[in-house]
Protein backbone atom coordinates (compact mmCIF):
# COMPACT_ATOMS: atom_id res chain seq x y z
CA UNK A 1 0.00 0.00 0.00
CA UNK A 2 1.47 3.46 -0.96
CA UNK A 3 0.21 6.96 -0.23
CA UNK A 4 0.65 10.19 -2.28
CA UNK A 5 0.27 13.24 -0.04
CA UNK A 6 0.30 16.61 -1.62
CA UNK A 7 1.06 19.57 0.35
CA UNK A 8 0.39 23.31 -0.15
CA UNK A 9 -0.43 26.78 1.21
CA UNK A 10 -3.62 28.72 0.06
CA UNK A 11 -3.53 32.48 0.98
CA UNK A 12 -6.30 33.63 3.10
CA UNK A 13 -8.03 35.57 0.50
CA UNK A 14 -8.32 33.34 -2.15
CA UNK A 15 -9.51 30.72 0.70
CA UNK A 16 -13.11 30.78 -0.66
CA UNK A 17 -12.04 30.80 -4.04
CA UNK A 18 -9.88 27.43 -3.40
CA UNK A 19 -12.83 25.75 -1.52
CA UNK A 20 -15.11 26.53 -4.37
CA UNK A 21 -12.50 24.85 -7.16
CA UNK A 22 -11.85 22.03 -5.15
CA UNK A 23 -15.39 21.33 -4.67
CA UNK A 24 -15.98 20.79 -7.85
CA UNK A 25 -12.81 18.77 -8.61
CA UNK A 26 -13.93 16.36 -5.83
CA UNK A 27 -17.05 15.63 -7.83
CA UNK A 28 -14.61 13.63 -10.59
CA UNK A 29 -11.95 12.85 -7.91
CA UNK A 30 -13.53 11.02 -5.21
CA UNK A 31 -10.56 8.84 -4.09
CA UNK A 32 -8.59 11.77 -2.00
CA UNK A 33 -8.90 13.23 1.03
CA UNK A 34 -8.24 16.68 1.82
CA UNK A 35 -7.29 17.72 5.33
CA UNK A 36 -6.30 21.44 6.55
CA UNK A 37 -4.44 22.18 9.18
CA UNK A 38 -5.65 23.31 12.47
CA UNK A 39 -2.70 24.74 13.43
CA UNK A 40 -1.99 26.89 10.54
CA UNK A 41 -5.22 27.64 8.64
CA UNK A 42 -4.80 27.94 5.13
CA UNK A 43 -2.02 24.93 4.89
CA UNK A 44 -3.58 21.93 2.88
CA UNK A 45 -2.77 18.35 2.23
CA UNK A 46 -4.33 16.00 0.04
CA UNK A 47 -3.89 12.51 0.70
CA UNK A 48 -3.98 9.62 -2.33
CA UNK A 49 -4.20 6.04 -1.75
CA UNK A 50 -2.05 4.07 -4.28
CA UNK A 51 -1.98 0.17 -5.09
CA UNK A 52 1.71 0.32 -6.02
CA UNK A 53 4.92 2.75 -6.02
CA UNK A 54 4.06 3.08 -10.34
CA UNK A 55 0.69 4.54 -9.18
CA UNK A 56 1.87 6.88 -6.92
CA UNK A 57 4.63 8.35 -8.91
CA UNK A 58 1.94 9.02 -11.26
CA UNK A 59 -0.47 10.93 -8.85
CA UNK A 60 2.31 12.90 -8.17
CA UNK A 61 3.51 13.56 -11.48
CA UNK A 62 -0.63 14.40 -12.30
CA UNK A 63 -1.23 17.06 -9.33
CA UNK A 64 2.19 19.15 -9.90
CA UNK A 65 1.91 19.31 -13.65
CA UNK A 66 1.17 22.46 -16.18
CA UNK A 67 -0.45 20.28 -18.46
CA UNK A 68 -2.71 18.71 -15.90
CA UNK A 69 -6.39 19.72 -15.31
CA UNK A 70 -5.61 20.25 -11.29
CA UNK A 71 -3.49 23.10 -12.94
CA UNK A 72 -6.23 25.32 -12.08
CA UNK A 73 -5.52 25.22 -8.80
CA UNK A 74 -2.24 26.99 -8.49
CA UNK A 75 -3.13 30.24 -8.95
CA UNK A 76 -4.78 29.72 -5.05
CA UNK A 77 -1.17 28.49 -3.47
CA UNK A 78 1.19 31.32 -2.42
CA UNK A 79 3.54 30.98 -5.00
CA UNK A 80 2.19 28.96 -7.65
CA UNK A 81 2.86 25.27 -8.82
CA UNK A 82 6.70 25.69 -7.28
CA UNK A 83 4.83 25.49 -3.68
CA UNK A 84 3.23 21.97 -4.58
CA UNK A 85 4.99 19.39 -2.51
CA UNK A 86 4.27 16.06 -3.40
CA UNK A 87 5.86 12.52 -1.28
CA UNK A 88 5.21 9.09 -2.40
CA UNK A 89 5.11 6.72 1.01
CA UNK A 90 4.69 3.23 1.64
CA UNK A 91 3.53 1.63 4.64
CA UNK A 92 5.77 -0.83 6.58
Not at 12 to 17: G, Y
Not at 66 to 79: D, I, L, R, T
Request: hydrophobic fraction near 40%; include cysteine; glycine fraction near 6%.
Amino acid sequence: MYTCFVEYRVASESRAAYMEWMEAARVSNKSFILYEGTDQQGLFVEVWPADSLEQGEALKEERCSESSSWAGMFKYVQGGRDKIHAWVFRAC
